[in-house]
C-alpha cells in the first residue's frame, strides 16, 4: 500500500509540472522539502497528529515552505489527506518520473578508496556511453571490497570488486 501511495501522489505532481511547465523548479523544491522531512521527523509527526488542527498544520507549513507553489500545495494536501508520512516515497517516485522524462540514470560506484576526479570523470564517460543516458553517480566507500569496483543501478549489480572475484573463485573449488 505505501508504494502505491507514493506512486499515485508522485504521479499526479509530476503530471502537474508538466502541465505548469515548471518540472524543475518542482524537482527542485520537492527534494529541498525532503531534506526538511528527512531532517526533521518531529515536523512529521505533527503535520501527521490528528490532535492538531488543520488551520495549524497549514500555519506551520506556511511559516516552513512559504505560502505559495505547486510544492507548497501538493504539501497542503498531502498533510490533509493524511499521507504525508509518505512524503519520502512520493519523492522518490517523483524523481523517477523525472530521471526517465530527461533520460537520466542514477548509479552507483562502490569502491574501495574515493575515485579521483579524472579517474570518476573517465567512469561517467564510458557509463554515459554505454547507457545512452545521462548518468548520476553516487559514490560509496567499503574497504571491505579490496580494491575495483561494484555498479549497482536499480536491483542490479556489477561486481568486479577483488572480493567478488576471491568469492567466485572460493565458490568454484567447493564446487571441485
Known sequence: MTGDIGKLY?????????EADNVEEVYKDVNQCRKIFDGNPDLVRLLNSPVILREEKQEVIDRIFGKEGTVHDFICLVTDKNR??????????????????NNIVEMTAVTCVALKPETKQKLLKKL??????????????????????ILRMGNSQIDNSVRGRLEAVAAQLKIQ
Open 10 to 18: 508522485a504521479q499526479a505532481l509530476f503530471e502537474l509540472s508538466l
Open 84 to 101: 504525508i508520512a509518505y512524503f519520502g516515497k512520493m519523492t522518490d517516485e517523483f524523481n523517477a518520473h523525472y530521471n526517465k522524462h
Open 128 to 149: 554515459e556511453e554505454k547507457s545512452g543516458k545521462t548518468v548520476k553517480l553516487k559514490e560509496e566507500i567499503d574497504p571491505s571490497i579490496l580494491g575495483g569496483i
